[in-house]
């Protein structure tokens, strides 16, 4: 069985940071290429980041040179580093998993960004 738990979630100021942590189980995590993304209220989800299995990043413009993910391998998680976080960047951050698309999901931990 298939599981991703996100954690690390939280209320933060603006300006602040968090990490997020995805911890994989039941797959071979290291031939998987992995993901966040996030839902907003009212919103559809979008890409927030992703990591191929060699290591290769993508990031969704609103979050360019403020997130950075990574992967380790040996612990079957994946983070994501968020800096300089603004009250947009409010939602439910989930992570995904699969060799071609994102076959599974986490049930998402949220964000809030706020004074």
């Known amino acids: 069985q298939v599981q991703l738990v996100e954690s690390g979630g939280g209320l933060v100021q603006p300006g602040g940071s968090l990490r997020l942590s995805c911890a994989a189980s039941?797959?071979?995590?290291?031939?998987?290429?992995v993901g966040w993304y996030r839902q907003a209220p009212g919103k559809e989800r979008e890409l927030v980041a992703t990591?191929?299995?060699?290591?290769?990043?993508n990031y969704g413009d609103s979050v360019k040179g403020r997130f950075t993910i990574s992967r380790d391998n040996g612990k079957n998680t994946v983070y994501l580093q968020m800096n300089s976080l603004k009250s947009e960047d409010t939602a439910v951050y989930s992570c995904g998993a699969g060799r071609f698309g994102m076959n599974y999901w986490g049930k998402g931990t949220l964000v809030t960004v706020s004074s």
């Open positions: 990591i191929t299995q060699v290591g290769i990043t």
């Open positions: 039941g797959i071979i995590f290291s031939v998987n290429n």
